[in-house]
């Protein structure tokens, strides 16, 4: 190979390098500042392929996605002096690309330990002003919305980060005071399992005497009805019977009559002993219901 070729090839490859190192790409999912000689130049590069001089530029790239700051369990104290073990979590995002590099250098680790810092800051000052019950459930939604709004406040401005929402993952007791705590909920929900038994009864034995005065009316009425009924019941059938008997008396008496011998004579083992004339057989002894001769 001639000097000449070695020379083109080299320039060849020189030319490939230095190309390489002069084109960059940032994606859809990052932000990225342009440096020249570690000042900032351009402090949101878009999304796309761009040049730049090697050596002279550099390119930092950071990732423009929601990231999470789940902070370690850390004790607070309340309105009462109350110790809560408070485990929580926060949302945040790169919302200005020269403020974050400034404040952070892009390192994501220092950018994780300033907002872990304000964060315990502002839970803090929120847990000390309200109650255990408050900062439990009266309050916890409206609690993490102020928090909220106040670091974002304070991170877009310090450290060019929004912050999209804090949450209080989970709130424990110490474990000296867990036990006290739990034996006195018991003690109160006994107290109250006790005074609901006896209001039961009370409203129980109401409902029952009641129920048995509303019986006891009910069955007297229902045997005054009875009686009544039954009584013009009676007189409507005794005033048949007389009004039958008025039109004719001696059909009347032959149809009791008739009555009486089907139910003596039913049973074929009865025996009688009557004399012949009785007025029992007057109906037998002749059609006419006089005595036979």
Do not use: C
């Amino acid at each position: 190979m001639g000097g000449k070729s070695f020379a083109g090839l080299a320039a060849l490859l020189l030319v490939l390098i230095v190309g390489s190192k002069s084109i960059y790409i940032v994606s859809e999912i990052e932000r990225a500042v342009l440096l020249r000689f570690g000042e900032v130049v351009n402090p949101d590069i878009q999304p796309g392929l761009h040049f730049k001089l090697p050596v002279v530029n550099e390119v930092r790239k950071f990732d423009a996605r929601i990231q999470t700051l789940d902070s370690r369990p850390q004790d607070y104290l309340t309105l009462e002096k109350k110790r809560l073990i408070v485990d929580s979590f926060l949302k945040w995002k790169i919302s200005n690309v020269r403020t974050y590099y400034t404040a952070t250098s892009g390192d994501e680790f220092r950018a994780s330990d300033l907002l872990s810092s304000r964060m315990d800051t502002g839970l803090r000052n929120k847990f000390g002003r309200r109650t255990l019950n408050e900062v439990v459930s009266g309050e916890r939604e409206e609690m993490m919305v102020e928090l909220t709004k106040e670091l974002n406040d304070i991170t877009s401005e310090e450290l060019g980060i929004e912050v999209i929402d804090v949450r209080v993952k989970r709130i424990d007791l110490p474990a000296e005071v867990s036990q006290s705590v739990y034996d006195r909920m018991r003690t109160e929900r006994e107290r109250e399992a006790r005074e609901l038994r006896s209001k039961g009864k009370e409203l129980a034995e109401g409902i029952r005497a009641d129920a048995d005065r509303q019986r006891t009316v009910i069955l007297a009425n229902a045997f005054r009805d009875a009686e009544r009924i039954r009584g013009e019941g009676d007189a409507l059938a005794a005033s048949t019977y007389a009004k039958a008997y008025g039109q004719d008396p001696e059909f009347y008496s032959f149809y009791r009559s008739l009555g009486a011998y089907r139910e003596t004579f039913s049973n074929k083992g009865d025996v009688m002993v009557l004399e012949p004339g009785s007025e029992f057989f007057k109906y037998l002894n002749s059609a006419t219901g006089g005595n036979s001769k």
